[in-house]
């Protein structure tokens, strides 16, 4: 053969082999990675998860132990009370490692339960089309135009607040977001040619789904679930901040904050550390949002402008 | 010489290494004359024309070489004497008019503006040369067109107006990157009539870019020819169409259909694909796919010759027989 | 435009219809009904004088005759009697509306002054080091609990400072103020409450003007810009900024229900008489005929919010044509 030919050979799979070299899924841990304030968010959250699982090995003192109460009560913080004492003289400390298992587990299965529900509807939505979707979606549009907020209030009026009636509540304010985008997938899947293809060949429904609609859909659905979580953090905490979510004597994030809205000129620290806390917690899982969407989906070239 | 460009180099500093879009580029353009750019995808003709304006999008920067025009160095310009060069001295035209006109605002207003940025006119006068240009540039009814939103106009019209945006600060030289590549056939004709009208009624000169050689040789006066970041050949065009002497200028040729004489011959294409700009052959980067390549292609790098008609870089390209 | 405008309104109204007929289905979901939920975990009451309660409020009916009571009365605008207060739900709520009202506006002001100025100059200023004082700034005022920086801002300015005051929207001797008095001590008593919702609010505006802004940079039509000879800020005055705003408008309309939401906690927390203190202690009353009514204007508003959020859009958007869709 041409000389030239031999040598275009070589060219072409020289570049093969080098694009191929990562997989997307890679390229993305490693972009992950290279972004410093969303890996150590992550380290963060992972500390505070830990803290909250081993917080009964953890705390030095009972949560919910009441002693000798004039003795004890409002103590600023100290070594023997990292974080002080409240009223009753409980060390807040101990009650702030507790009150993280009860906010974090909150708020993450109220995320698990807002998205599977949401998921669900969403799938049932696209894939039945037509007046069924029509209507989803009508009951969707109705859902959303409930402030958040309020439609978490009027659910704790109607029902009585317990902590797996709290979770429902939360992911019931959650969920139409989640349908929306997922039942936006499987509306364009219906569009691609390779469904189509699939189809032909005779895969069933449910398999399509499974093989093309989740590594597309993965992504977005991560990175709504991490600002989910801190959105359903943020709103059992205000819920209990107000005497409408976990209520006293669990400790809380949000309860105790409230606990100390009154003695705020005199024992500041009942509300600044578990409030402390709350903002740490919901910054981490924003920027570990923003750095899953950053190495999810990476923009081109940046500019510098001015 | 109105524009001299000397050794140009442009650099961008990707994540796989860098890349030379722009690697010791030299040429001039006449007052008066349109030169022709040719070359495909990814031969870095755009980014020429970027470095020229000092527009270069980072991670990109111009690292090396010489701009002259009109005696200034482009290059070594301060922002005020920068500012009034583009528009004013150099225009520039883009290849899509629907992204290159801004679309919340009329077509009216964005030529206005630059008329009364570069020519110092107040609003109403700024508005009667608007018109009048318009008008100038084929586009029937200028007064109702220039309120017109550039979504509402055809893209044939977007183009002129674009056009109009461009040459309404009178520059000197317009540089035109791919401008009728987003068009239909019918008319892009127009639009090469239109640059050439510019040419003679304005007194401009062009720097034209673009991978259809057909549409170029139409048009410009002198030709050069890209290849991965470098002048493989530039000449007057009849002596570039009807006698092509480098081989990628040949391969090029070869793939233009021709009316006429020669129709039954098939078309050639050239083998292989463009390389990675990060990744390029040593010596001549095309000799891997070049038919007439020979062992000293890939040991050295062949620089632009005088060969009588033309300036030529191919070591197969030798001083006129 | 007034055609895009009736049939947005048009639109509004299966949806405000949607909203009441759902109202009425969450609060009966519950077993039992309001005046059970009401009553039963207070105290032991005489089932004649609970039946009798019943009868008044026409809770005996069958629930499709309720529903129909409940269309009829709510397009009136007779929500019933509140049962903490013991007045009609309607003249409380022309009590308290007005002043969550005047909270949001405001609020929603300093959102759209402070959030597109940072965001602003955080774009254009990008990877300097304002920008990122401005990017971690509005991290942590949006990530923060209202309650929290609430509580804080007012150890801070209240307590320690004592500049401003800790609750109420107008003093005691506010009768005896003059005119101008009258203004200044309502302005006063706006400052921290507004600045909580406020500056949560820009917070986010921020962050989003700078990511938008960001993008529009990136548009050609700004590369032909710089290349017609425009100064920096030229470009980003007259020839981003519209384009970058151009969704911000429905962001905002978007922030009225979270807004909406803070201004529960913020007036709880000031003792602000508006319609989240009130939806607050209802809730913590089970005043039924109360929770039920603030919702539904809440969700009325939420609408109202949007549709004026679309118009803006129209407005702004040359591109969209008059019947609302977009070319």
């Known amino acids: 053969m041409a000389p030239g030919a031999e040598r275009v050979r070589s060219v072409d799979s020289g570049a093969r082999e080098r694009i191929g070299a990562r997989s997307p899924w890679e390229v993305s841990v490693r972009r992950f990675r290279a972004n410093r304030l969303a890996l150590w968010s992550l380290y963060v959250l992972a500390i505070l998860v830990l803290a909250a699982l081993l917080a009964p090995l953890l705390a030095p003192h009972d949560p919910l132990a009441i002693g000798d109460v004039m003795a004890t009560r409002f103590q600023p913080p100290s070594w023997a009370h990292p974080f002080g004492t409240d009223e009753f003289g409980r060390d807040l400390f101990s009650r702030a490692l507790y009150g993280a298992r009860v906010s974090l587990s909150v708020g993450i299965l109220a995320m698990l339960l807002a998205t599977s529900i949401g998921s669900l509807y969403g799938a049932v939505s696209g894939y039945f089309g037509g007046i069924v979707d029509g209507v989803m979606m009508r009951i969707v549009d109705v859902w959303i135009a409930f402030p958040a907020f309020y439609l978490m209030l009027l659910l704790v009026g109607v029902f009585e607040a317990s902590v797996p009636v709290l979770i429902l509540i939360l992911a019931l304010t959650a969920w139409p977001p989640t349908a929306r985008f997922i039942r936006g997938e499987i509306l364009s899947l219906r569009e691609r040619d390779y469904v189509e293809a699939a189809r032909a060949m005779g895969l069933p429904a449910h398999r399509i789904i499974l093989r093309h609609l989740i590594p597309g859909a993965l992504s977005p659905v991560l990175v709504t679930g991490a600002l989910a979580v801190a959105g359903m953090i943020g709103a059992e905490a205000g819920l209990s901040f107000l005497g409408l979510g976990i209520s006293p004597p669990t400790p809380s994030w949000g309860n ?51 | 010489m109105l524009l001299s460009v000397s050794g140009l180099r442009t650099r961008f500093e990707v994540d796989e290494g860098e890349l030379w879009p722009v690697n010791g580029v030299s040429f001039a353009v006449a007052a008066g004359e349109t030169l022709g750019l040719v070359g495909e995808s990814g031969s870095g003709k755009s980014m020429v024309a970027l470095s020229i304006m000092d527009l270069v999008p980072s991670p990109g920067r111009v690292v090396a070489g010489e701009v002259a025009f009109e005696g200034l160095d482009l290059l070594s310009l301060g922002g005020a004497a920068k500012r009034r060069m583009r528009g004013g001295g150099i225009g520039m035209v883009f290849q899509d008019p629907a992204v290159s006109l801004n679309p919340v605002y009329r077509i009216g207003d964005q030529i206005a503006d630059v008329v009364r940025l ?24 200028p007064e109702k067109r220039a309120r017109a939103y ?72 002198r030709i050069m020819v890209m290849y991965a970041g470098r002048i493989v050949e530039i000449g007057h065009w009849t002596a ?4 092509p002497r480098h081989p990628y200028t ?72 | 435009m007034l055609k895009y405008i009736v049939r947005r309104l048009i639109l509004a109204v299966p949806l405000i219809f949607g909203i009441v007929t759902a109202t009425f289905f969450l609060a009966h979901l519950a077993p039992g009904d309001p005046v059970d939920l009401y009553l039963q975990p207070q105290r032991q009451v005489d089932p004649a004088v609970i039946e ?60 759209a002054l402070l959030g597109i100025s940072l965001g602003v100059v955080s774009a254009v200023k990008r990877g300097t080091k304002l920008d990122r004082a401005v990017t971690l700034g509005s991290l942590v005022l949006y990530a923060m609990p209202g309650f929290w920086l609430a509580l804080m801002l007012i150890l801070l ?157 129209a407005v702004v958007d040359p591109r969209v044509s008059y019947d609302g869709s977009r070319r």
């Open chain 1, 256 to 306: 105790m904050v409230a606990a100390g809205k009154d003695a705020l000129a005199s024992a500041w620290w009942i509300s600044f550390f578990p409030g402390a806390l709350l903002t740490i917690t919901l910054i981490a899982f924003s920027l570990v949002a923003d750095g899953l969407r950053d190495a999810l989906d990476p923009k081109a070239l940046d500019q510098k402008f001015v």
């Open chain 2, 118 to 141: 570069h020519r110092g006119l107040g609003k109403a006068e700024a508005r009667r040369e608007t018109v009048h240009l318009l008008g100038d540039l084929g586009i029937q009814e």
């Open chain 2, 150 to 221: 550039p979504f509402e106009l055809s893209g044939g019209m977007r183009q002129r107006a674009q056009i109009a945006v461009a040459v309404a600060g009178r520059p000197k030289l317009l540089i035109a990157d791919e401008p009728t590549t987003a068009l239909d056939a019918t008319v892009q004709a127009e639009i090469c009539d239109l640059l050439k009208y510019i040419q003679g009624e304005f007194g401009m000169s062009i720097l034209l870019i673009s991978h259809d050689l057909a549409m170029v040789t139409d048009v410009a006066d």
């Open chain 2, 240 to 243: 570039i169409s009807r006698e």
């Open chain 2, 250 to 321: 040949k391969g090029l040729m070869g793939a233009i259909p021709h009316l006429g004489a020669g129709s039954g011959r098939p078309l050639e294409s050239i083998p292989g694909t463009v390389p990675d700009l990060a990744d390029l052959p040593t010596g001549c980067s095309f000799h891997p796919r070049c038919p007439e390549a020979g062992d000293d292609c890939q040991a050295a790098l062949p620089r632009l010759e005088d060969v009588g008609d033309r300036l030529c870089a191919c070591f197969r390209v030798g001083r006129s027989k």
């Open chain 3, 52 to 111: 009798r309660v019943r009868q008044e409020r026409g809770l005996d009916q069958p629930l499709h005759i309720q529903y129909v009571n409940w269309l009829s009365s709510s397009a009136r605008g007779d929500f019933g009697e509140s049962f903490l207060l013991h007045r009609p739900v309607r003249d409380v709520l022309a009590e308290t509306v007005p002043y969550t009202l005047l909270l949001i506006l405001a609020a929603l002001l300093v959102d």
């Open chain 3, 157 to 313: 300015f209240s307590v320690q400072l004592g500049w401003f005051p800790t609750s109420q929207a107008t003093s005691l001797d506010y009768a005896d103020l003059g005119a101008f008095g009258k203004l200044l001590d309502r302005l006063w008593h706006l400052v921290l409450p507004v600045t909580v919702l406020g500056v949560a609010g820009a917070a986010a505006t921020a962050r989003y003007m700078r990511g938008r802004l960001l993008d529009v940079l990136g548009e050609e039509y700004i590369t032909a810009a710089r290349a017609r000879g425009f100064r920096g800020w030229t470009i980003v005055r007259r020839h981003a900024l519209k384009n970058a705003m151009i969704p911000i408008i429905t962001i905002y309309g978007m922030s009225l229900p979270l807004m909406l939401g803070g201004a529960t906690i913020v007036e709880t927390i000031f003792a602000w008489p508006g319609m989240g203190r009130l939806t607050v202690d209802a809730v913590l009353g089970r005043d039924y005929p109360v929770i039920l009514a603030t919702t539904m204007v809440a969700a009325v508003l939420t609408v109202l919010g949007s549709l004026l959020a679309d118009v803006g859009y």
